[in-house]
């Protein structure tokens, strides 16, 4: 409950940094969520950092002359500081959290595509069997790992990206690689894999998917 | 070696806990106080993540108040922990400097 209290004060707070404050506090934000640091300890960090932001800015102090010019050194020090344990079972508990989040999403995608015509069709008749096949844990596995992978890369790269202007070259590479990435997913799904893994009413399924986007929305308003 | 930021590595806690001990501070004045002793490369930047494991060691308390100009502050201040490690801080820093004093009683300081 702490927590949440001090999270909603940072996100208070932060909204009143500009320019390059706002750009570096993010950095260092990001580069201190994929760190080993607890998030009680991530949390009281932000709130330290975004209190010397804010009245740097009030004194027109610019942050190079305050923390020098390697930002992400200044954020290592300050990891090092804290001297952060690894916690096998927080870092199990952080991931899974990540894993059921994902794969709520592709449930309410799965579902949006794949059911709700078919229920629209029948007019609302609930007796249809929702049947969860290897291809679609295979898809779910592939934007899992993918997710896990940038948003790691992107964490600890954080500081290195925020300075780089990508060229039109790389956007297109970029480009390419998610469509190919789409393809391979509706590939998967066209090889014939369906192999059934578990099949519960249709019903059940609309109440996991309700239950989690109610569940994001209260998050999200408490945030707020 | 004659680079001041590699003397400074080891000492600039204890000095901190010093500033710290004669009432309470917050981080910027830390760094301004610093620079009023001669140690003007001492930033905000610079102490916080000395701050921080400090604090972690428990050897100061912190409290935030709010401040009249702008967002709020964190105060630091002394606790017992911390003045023992001040006085462990002094007490090796007297038996280092009169070390090197001893080593350097007959160096003039000659031109190169």
Not at chain 1, 200 to 209: H, P, S, T
Request: aromatic share 12%.
């Amino acid at each position: 409950m702490k927590n949440i209290k001090i999270i909603e004060e940072n996100i208070k707070l932060s909204d009143g940094l500009m320019g390059e404050y706002d750009r570096i506090f993010t950095d260092i934000v990001c580069y201190l969520r994929v760190s080993n640091v607890s998030d009680e300890e991530q949390e009281e960090i932000i709130s330290d950092t975004v209190m010397m932001f804010l009245d740097w800015q009030e004194k027109g102090k610019t942050v190079e002359s305050m923390i020098g010019k390697d930002y992400k050194k200044f954020t290592e020090n300050i990891i090092s500081a804290v001297n952060p344990k690894p916690n096998v079972l927080k870092t199990i508990k952080k991931y899974l959290g990540l894993i059921v989040e994902c794969f709520c999403v592709i449930f309410t995608v799965d579902f949006v595509f794949l059911y709700l015509p078919k229920l629209i069709k029948r007019n609302p008749d609930f007796n249809v069997t929702y049947n969860y096949t290897s291809d679609m844990l295979l898809r779910g596995l592939i934007v899992v790992s993918i997710f896990l992978i940038l948003i790691n890369y992107i964490g600890k790269n954080t500081f290195e990206l925020s300075k780089k202007h990508f060229s039109k070259l790389a956007d297109f590479i970029f480009g390419c690689s998610a469509a190919v990435l789409l393809i391979l997913l509706v590939l998967i799904s066209k090889l014939g894999m369906d192999i059934v893994i578990f099949s519960i009413n249709i019903r059940y399924m609309i109440g996991i998917i309700v239950v989690y986007w109610v569940y994001k929305g209260v998050k999200k308003a408490i945030k707020h | 070696m004659g680079d001041k930021s590699q003397f400074l590595r080891g000492t600039l806690e204890g000095c901190i806990l010093k500033i710290i001990s004669d009432e309470e501070v917050y981080g910027y004045e830390i760094a301004e106080k610093l620079k009023r002793y001669g140690l003007y490369e001492v930033s905000e930047g610079t102490i916080y993540p000395l701050l921080l494991r400090l604090e972690k060691n428990s050897f100061v308390n912190s409290i935030k108040k709010e401040s009249a100009l702008g967002p709020k502050r964190k105060y630091y201040s002394l606790s017992s922990l911390g003045k023992k490690e001040l006085k462990d801080f002094y007490d090796n820093w007297g038996e280092l400097r009169d070390s090197i004093d001893r080593i350097f009683e007959d160096y003039g300081g000659e031109e190169i």
